[in-house]
């Protein structure tokens, strides 16, 4: 059964699908006919240029979405989501600094596989002081960041958001979505022309390193014109990798129902001239189906046509089975390491049907609690699974190490594999 399930998910990597869409944005840049890309959660940038060389690029993977690159806040025992606590744009994380980004992103590009970089660019810390990875400190009760810099003004107001509490209280309103905070982070107001131009400068410079694209993280919480004014002043790829004047891939999260609930976010529509976009409502289906839940049943799945439940087109399409945002033991909405054949499976049928461009994730095992003190006394400890992060005895993330049948050693989970 388990060889069975494997040629199929190794047949699914290497079907023929093809991403080429009518805005500047959804083309990935695969090589060859390569068709999948694979989310290497929380590993260093060396590591994940091993990766490349050794199995990602032998089979056939098309590319890998990496942690973010800019400097995050830095805690005592890190938990994963604290790697969105921008502090500034130099490339200096507990993944590693910008050298090692070059590094892995050549070696994988050698290898045949993209790189895309998981990118904020709608929110810093929450309100406290402190200093980031590289040293560089922060003042979050005043809304300041001296290394990009950014000041109070640079922010949206409490006065802005129409909720009282000055977070989003109703993640059904797009307004309080765009302007409001989620649950107490400063929220940068990337509508003024200055706080673009350094978001524009800092994605330049991963583009100039030679990425393929970047994920947008919480796209939900910026007003597509916004975006769309930060994309257009962004740099063709590398020619280095790349065809002349290609445009960067660019994918958007506009929904985190773990945080806001189903039936929050906006329509799909609003971003797809934007890039791709991942497609929650496929995600759901096909996890309902193979759970059970309610009246979903797999053989009910062979009835999908394409955009028609999903709204969003194949080309800007992203389908994903598992993530970050779904790592809870026995979490009714999702699938993960602890459920392995019902992965397996789901998974298996997310590569084979023609539909968007699939995203594997690979984890490491979670350790929910316990948490640091300082994350229980945010706002965010009630709203997010606050996982401590794998984090190795130089204070950068833990080595991956192999055992010797190929597959991961803990803390790693290594789906991918």
Not at 30 to 53: A, P
Not at 72 to 92: A, C, T
Request: aromatic share 12%; glycine share 6%.
């Amino acid at each position: 059964m388990k060889v069975h399930l494997l040629i199929i998910v190794l047949v699914s990597i290497n079907s023929v699908k093809t991403f080429n869409g009518n805005n500047d944005f959804d083309n990935p840049h695969f090589k060859d006919d390569r068709t999948t890309l694979v989310e290497l959660w929380e590993w260093r940038f060396d590591e994940v240029g091993k990766e490349c060389e050794r199995f990602l690029g032998p089979n056939k993977y098309g590319g890998v979405l990496v942690s973010p690159a800019w400097e995050h806040e830095q805690i005592d025992d890190p938990v994963v989501n604290n790697k969105y606590g921008l502090v500034s744009y130099r490339i200096m994380t507990r993944y590693g600094n910008e050298a090692q980004l070059a590094n892995m992103i050549k070696r994988c590009n050698s290898a045949g596989v993209r790189v895309y970089v998981d990118c904020n660019v709608g929110s810093t810390t929450f309100p406290y002081d402190g200093k980031g990875f590289g040293g560089t400190p922060f003042y979050g009760t005043n809304k300041s960041y001296p290394g990009v810099p950014y000041t109070y003004d640079n922010f949206n107001s409490a006065q802005r958001c129409s909720a009282i509490s000055g977070d989003i209280e109703d993640p059904r309103d797009l307004y309080q979505l765009r302007d409001c905070q989620l649950t107490g982070i400063n929220d940068l107001d990337n509508g003024q022309k200055y706080v673009q131009d350094k978001i524009v400068e800092a994605i330049n410079k991963l583009i100039n390193l030679g990425v393929a694209g970047i994920r947008i993280d919480a796209s939900y919480m910026s007003w597509p014109k916004n975006l769309a004014a930060i994309l257009e002043r962004l740099n063709t790829l590398n020619t280095k990798f790349f065809k002349p004047n290609s445009k960067p891939y660019v994918f958007h999260s506009i929904k985190y129902e773990s945080t806001l609930g189903r039936s929050s976010g906006p329509s799909p529509s609003e971003y797809v001239h934007l890039g791709s976009v991942v497609a929650t409502d496929a995600r759901r289906k096909i996890v309902d189906s193979f759970r059970k839940r309610d009246y979903d049943r797999i053989k009910n799945l062979d009835s999908l046509r394409d955009d028609a439940w999903t709204q969003i087109p194949s080309k800007s399409a992203v389908t994903l089975i598992d993530s970050a945002a779904y790592q809870d033991k026995d979490i009714p909405d999702g699938i993960n390491f602890r459920l392995p054949y019902t992965l397996i499976r789901a998974t298996s049928f997310m590569l084979a049907w023609p539909y968007g461009l699939p995203l594997v994730m690979s984890n490491f095992n979670y350790t929910i609690e316990p948490v640091p003190a300082f994350w229980k006394e945010s706002p965010q400890a009630r709203k997010w699974p606050a996982a401590r992060a794998p984090i190795g005895h130089d204070g950068y993330s833990a080595d991956v190490k192999l055992r010797p049948d190929s597959s991961c050693s803990e803390p790693w989970i290594c789906e991918h594999r």
